[in-house]
Structures are given as structure tokens and as C-alpha cells.
């Protein structure tokens, strides 16, 4: 299916372990970018890429790792989870847009609910 | 730091009437855009509108811009029970492609039927 897909759709770990939550998108599209949602607020971006291999933090970057081997996956990975990470994380992706004109709009996969005990 | 933030926070409405959301900004812009985000779902993207446009209008939706003002609001006409959701605005202020969107904290629409 096209689109833009994320797994797991719900996780629940231990404090100090290593999560990798999953994020491909079949549009070949440039930008993939990671937020996250607490409860009762909007996004927050963690991380963002511009292209395979180009990487940059957003506004809540510690904690996370990402890396983007391939155009279409965007993995975000969390080295040793906390409490203050449960949350809702959404990938999202987005077409170059012309020189000038400010980013387009913004493809959301479905969301990551992830639980950290 | 926040730079969009929606007015009112919860809006509730009878199947029928208009609902009108508004958004506030700090710094100069390139683009804003609205999402819509259903209950547990992904953000869904409605419209973008850019600093040199007043306003623009998809199906029921209607957006204005007030760049001197440092405004923005969404009018969405006829409401129905479907459009329950949160509604978020997006600014952005760079203008190349990679430029970063900061969201709101969103309104919360109800539609009673």
C-alpha cells in the first residue's frame, strides 16, 4: 500500500531499555521528520532529514538517535528510554518545495503510542 | 518556544453552525498551514497558505491571513459531526523546503448532532 507506515503501532518497555520505533514512506519524498505528542498538546520535532544520509536535530533531540540509510525509512531510535519519553511519536514526510516558497505540507503516518514503565 | 498557539482551546458546536478557530503567531512567516488530527489518528493536512496570500478556501473551509496582525483563522462552514477532531496551525518561517513547521497546541471542535 502507498502511503506513509509506522510499527509498532503500540510499545511498552522498561526504563533503560533500547526502543526503534520504524517509519518508510512510498513517496520518495526528500523530508522525514519525527515528532512527538504529549497528551493535550500539539508537536514537538525531534529529529528531521533532508535527504538519505543528511540528518539535523529538531526542538527535543536528546535521548533520540535517528539515521536514514535508504530515501524511504527514517528510524528513530531511543538508546536507553525513560518515563518522560511516553508519548505519541508521529513520522511525517514532505516533497521538495521550490526555492522560496517555504516547506510543504506534511504526510503523517498513523503514530507510535509508546509507553515507558 | 511556541509560536502558533489556537484560540479558542475547546470549541463546541451544533451540527449545522460555523466554527471558527484562530491562530496567533510571534515572528515573520513563509507559509501556515491547518491540520486536522481525528481522535488517535495521524495530523491530516488542509491548507497552506502563504505570507502573501489573504485567504484562501477548499470545500467548506475558509482560511485568512493577517500578516500585520500576526493572525491567522480557520472558518469551517455547515459543520458536521465528522468534523469533530483537533485543529492545529502550523507556521513556518524559513523559506527553503527543509524549513521546520512549529504546530500549535490546537483546538479541540466538537459537533453535537
Known amino acids: 500500500d502507498a502511503g506513509i507506515t509506522q510499527s509498532p503501532r503500540y510499545k511498552i518497555t522498561e526504563t533503560g531499555r533500547q526502543v526503534t520505533l520504524m517509519c518508510h514512506q512510498t513517496w520518495s519524498h526528500s523530508y522525514m521528520f519525527w515528532y512527538r505528542q504529549d497528551l493535550g498538546h500539539g508537536l514537538r520535532l525531534i529529529y528531521y532529514?533532508?535527504?538519505?544520509?543528511?540528518?539535523d536535530k529538531g526542538e527535543v533531540p536528546d535521548g533520540y538517535v535517528v539515521s536514514r540509510s535508504k530515501t524511504e525509512n527514517f528510524p528513530l531510535t531511543l538508546e536507553s528510554a525513560t518515563r518522560s519519553q511516553t508519548s505519541v511519536y508521529f513520522c511525517a514526510s514532505s516533497e521538495s518545495s521550490f526555492s522560496g516558497s517555504g516547506p510543504n505540507e506534511q504526510f503523517f503516518g498513523p503514530g507510535t503510542r509508546l509507553t515507558v514503565l | 518556544s511556541q509560536q502558533g498557539e489556537e484560540d479558542p482551546q475547546a470549541l463546541s458546536i451544533q451540527e449545522g453552525e460555523n466554527a471558527t478557530m484562530n491562530c496567533s503567531y510571534k515572528t515573520s512567516i513563509n507559509n501556515l498551514q491547518w491540520y486536522r488530527q481525528n481522535s488517535g489518528r495521524g495530523l491530516v493536512h488542509l491548507i497552506l497558505?502563504?505570507?502573501?496570500?489573504r485567504e484562501k478556501h477548499s470545500g467548506r473551509l475558509r482560511v485568512t491571513l493577517d500578516t500585520s496582525k500576526k493572525s491567522s483563522s480557520l472558518l469551517i462552514t455547515a459543520s458536521r459531526a465528522a468534523d469533530t477532531a483537533s485543529y492545529f496551525c502550523a507556521t513556518a518561517q524559513g523559506v527553503t523546503s527543509g524549513s521546520r513547521l512549529t504546530f500549535g497546541e490546537g483546538t479541540q471542535l466538537t459537533v453535537n448532532p
Open positions: 532529514s533532508a535527504a538519505a544520509d543528511i540528518t
Open positions: 497558505i502563504r505570507s502573501n496570500e
